[in-house]
């Protein structure tokens, strides 16, 4: 096995530990918070800008109080973010419960059975006023809080079931009243939930267990602290990090930890020989992590990265040394992808500040330096030197570097799910094409917000004045010819078409229909009028010969586009074409809703010496009624149907019962779905002159259908 392959394993394993649902759900859990999260951080930072005289002058310019607002935010976000996550966990994990996909359990109990857990669980041994400590509050306790969602969400959800056995739930108790009846069923399973925590909260607090835990941990951080050399600097970053990774305050227990140390090495007559201001300023740039790092690595190499947009959100508490955006929204805990790199750039840029410290290249912090002094300002003023700025610029040079790939990986897998939600979207939009009802716009998952995003960007295409399109990627028109026997070009069917830089070729079928839903099919028809009118236009110019082009109509827009026909009046004077140059297609199957507005418009467009072509004809079960209905003078035979006309004589006695028809009306007759030659000359056999198929050609581009018309000749 080569190293890509083995690269590739381990990429997989990476994204099948990502996407579990336990760690997947908590992960949405967290970004939820995101908004609170970068409220409170940008307060914070704000709260702590280290330039001489902010304070004052802001101050003089809001008077003494001016703090006050920006704390009450700061207190009903940062502080209270254990709180706001026991509910966004709580409430992500439930979606994955069957009990609460089928309904069983409607989402709010395990959000308020979570909610409830956490203070059981976190109530102070002494009881007092304050139910919740500042610290079960607040980031310290993000651990806890997920443990206790996720705990309780699936302690909830299966006590409930086993209840719901032992007493099952009585449909006419309570007045019929559901949301009543499943409260009263689901109290006992709360109830039970609840106490489980009860209980564990005291052995946590009278067996001492959590003091037991925490002075575990204090006591490693003080032995490392004690050693003061490169192993025990690189010990302690690691340990810092991998608790900030699974949720756990990394920061306070560095802090306490070097607190004490600090006050041991005073005792003994001594002093810390690495200040914490060289944590700060050489590992911690932009936080635990080095995460600012992490924010450029996305700003630069992330290109269509979700969370490109969080990253410029995180750039200036950042700055200032202030990443709970990034270790909670983004998030890097419990994210595999940035387990690595979260781990080895503080790692790193200790190992190399270090060694230039000790090498003699630059000086140890001496002066005591603002946590949230921004990197590269810091350097400078903790060691009065100019080689701490070029050691912090390697630094911050080597972290990104670390960061990179990750970023590159996290957004490879992130690109791989929007194919996969585009796939299940596109499912949705041709299963459900005759529904005229919301399909997937107004869904909350990851399908709805790919048809938002596709909506967005045909909004932003077809709102553009330029012709033609622009770029490779636009969304642009291509022409299948219309054939005779021999080949010569008869005309042309215009069709749209769009390859998309991330979701490859998409279907004409799902634009229309998320444009039909996202109230743009009047904006797009006109779009695709009015570019294949432009080409035309364009090949008249060129001294090419005129051949009918054929310009498919969205049944919604014959419906509610009042103006239509007189768009297409305005265009065809405008490029100058003659209105005998153009068919306008209906697609047979599509045409359910049938109003005034529909009539007037194909009325007005016939009267104008356009053809009607109605298209699929021969499948639906109105195709004569429409041929009739809108003065249709071309008809489309149905692919399907030529494609099995060898298949047996009754198909051949089908097909030539239309022919027979169409040329007693008057109507023509254009054979679509020709791939083979025996498909070819059997429809011909049987009576139809035009055709329309891969046998002839695919859809070209404009210009390459022009010099397809050169070769092939025209009628």
């Given at each position: 096995m080569n190293g890509i392959e083995k690269f590739n394993r381990r990429l997989q394993f990476v994204a099948r530990l990502a996407d579990r649902p336990l760690i997947a759900g908590i992960r949405r859990g967290y970004m939820y918070l995101v908004p609170m999260l970068i409220i409170g951080a940008v307060i914070v930072a704000i709260l702590n800008i280290p330039i001489p005289g902010f304070q004052t002058l802001m101050a003089g310019t809001f008077g003494e109080g001016w703090k006050t607002l920006p704390l009450i935010i700061h207190n009903a976000t940062l502080q209270v973010i254990s709180l706001s996550a026991v509910l966004c966990i709580s409430y992500s994990l439930a979606g994955n419960e069957k009990a609460v996909?089928?309904?069983?359990?409607?989402?709010?109990?395990?959000?308020?059975?979570?909610?409830?857990?956490?203070?059981?669980?976190?109530?102070?041994?002494?009881?007092?006023?304050?139910?919740?400590?500042a610290k079960a509050a607040g980031a310290s306790s993000m651990f806890i809080a997920t443990f206790v969602s996720v705990v309780s969400v699936k302690l909830l959800t299966q006590l409930h079931i086993l209840y719901d056995r032992i007493v099952p739930?009585?449909?006419?108790?309570?007045?019929?009243?559901?949301?009543?009846?499943?409260?009263?069923?689901?109290?006992?399973?709360?109830?039970?939930?609840v106490f489980v925590f009860v209980l564990a909260n005291m052995v946590w607090h009278h067996t001492a267990l959590d003091e037991t835990v925490s002075g575990a941990f204090m006591n490693a951080f003080h032995y490392l602290f004690m050693r003061q050399d490169i192993f025990s600097m690189i010990m302690i970053v690691l340990i810092t990090q991998i608790l900030w990774f699974f949720g756990?305050?990394?920061?306070?227990?560095?802090?306490?930890?070097?607190?004490?140390?600090?006050?041991?090495?005073?005792?003994?007559?001594?002093?810390?020989?690495?200040p914490k201001e060289f944590f700060d300023i050489f590992v911690y740039f932009g936080g635990a992590g080095s995460t600012l790092a992490l924010v450029v690595?996305?700003?630069?190499?992330?290109?269509?990265?979700?969370?490109?947009?969080?990253?410029?959100?995180?750039?200036?508490?950042?700055?200032?040394?202030?990443?709970?955006?990034?270790?909670?929204?983004?998030?890097?805990?419990?994210?595999?992808?940035?387990?690595?790199?979260?781990?080895?750039?503080?790692?790193?840029?200790?190992?190399?500040?270090?060694?230039?410290?000790?090498?003699?290249?630059?000086?140890?912090?001496?002066?005591?330096?603002?946590w949230t002094m921004p990197i590269f300002v810091s350097g400078y003023l903790a060691t009065n030197s100019v080689a701490a700025i070029l050691?912090?610029?390697?630094?911050?040079?080597v972290a990104v570097g670390i960061y990179m790939p990750f970023v590159f990986i996290s957004k490879l897998n992130q690109e791989q799910g929007y194919l996969e939600d585009f796939k299940l979207m596109t499912r949705e939009i041709i299963y459900y094409q005759q529904s005229t009802e919301t399909r997937v716009l107004n869904r909350a998952d990851e399908i709805g917000s790919v048809a938002r995003y596709l909506a967005r960007e045909i909004r932003n295409q077809i709102s553009r004045l330029e012709l033609p399109p622009l770029g490779k990627n636009a969304m642009h028109m291509e022409y299948q010819p219309k054939s005779t026997i021999d080949?010569?070009?008869?005309?042309?069917?215009?069709?749209?078409?769009?390859?998309?830089?991330l979701f490859g070729y998409i279907s004409p079928m799902v634009i229309l229909g998320i444009a039909d839903e996202a109230k743009l099919s009047n904006a797009l028809g006109r779009w695709i009028i009015r570019q294949s009118m432009y080409d035309m236009y364009r090949g008249h110019q060129a001294g090419y010969l005129r051949v009918k082009l054929s310009v498919n109509l969205s049944p919604v827009q014959l419906n509610t586009d009042a103006e239509l026909g007189q768009y297409i009046g305005k265009l065809i004077r405008e490029y100058n074409l003659a209105p005998e140059d153009l068919d306008f297609e209906l697609t047979e199957?599509?045409?359910?809703?049938?109003?005034?507005?529909?009539?007037?418009?194909?009325?007005?467009?016939?009267?104008?010496?356009?053809?009607?072509?109605?298209?699929?004809?021969?499948?639906?079960?109105?195709?004569?009624?429409?041929?009739?209905?809108?003065?249709?003078?071309?008809?489309?035979?149905?692919?399907?149907?030529?494609?099995d006309i060898n298949n047996g004589e009754d198909r051949k006695i089908v097909i030539r019962a239309i022919l027979d028809l169409c040329r007693k009306l008057d109507v023509k007759v254009v054979a679509e779905g020709v791939e083979t030659v025996e498909q070819l000359e059997a429809i011909h056999a049987l009576g139809a002159d035009y055709f329309q198929g891969f046998y002839f050609s695919r859809a070209l581009p404009y210009d390459a259908f022009l010099a397809y018309m050169d070769k092939q000749g025209t009628i």
């Open positions: 996909q089928t309904g069983r359990i409607r989402s709010i109990y395990p959000v308020i059975t979570a909610f409830a857990s956490y203070v059981a669980f976190l109530t102070p041994k002494e009881l007092t006023d304050a139910v919740v400590s739930e009585r449909m006419y108790s309570y007045n019929g009243n559901s949301t009543l009846r499943q409260a009263f069923h689901l109290t006992p399973a709360i109830l039970m939930t756990i305050h990394g920061g306070n227990a560095f802090m306490e930890a070097y607190n004490e140390a600090q006050t041991a090495a005073a005792a003994a007559g001594g002093s810390m020989s690495i690595a996305l700003l630069i190499f992330g290109s269509r990265h979700s969370d490109r947009k969080l990253a410029k959100g995180a750039l200036f508490p950042g700055l200032l040394n202030v990443n709970e955006p990034l270790i909670f929204g983004l998030p890097i805990v419990l994210n595999p992808y940035y387990f690595i790199p979260f781990l080895l750039a503080p790692v790193a840029a200790a190992v190399i500040s270090y060694g230039f410290m000790t090498a003699g290249l630059m000086p140890f912090p001496t002066e005591a330096v603002t050691v912090q610029v390697i630094c911050f040079c080949g010569r070009v008869a005309g042309a069917e215009a069709l749209l078409r769009w390859t998309h830089p199957n599509a045409m359910i809703l049938q109003s005034e507005q529909l009539q007037k418009t194909l009325s007005f467009i016939r009267q104008r010496g356009s053809d009607i072509s109605i298209d699929d004809f021969g499948m639906g079960h109105s195709s004569l009624k429409y041929l009739f209905d809108f003065s249709a003078n071309v008809v489309k035979l149905d692919a399907s149907l030529v494609q």
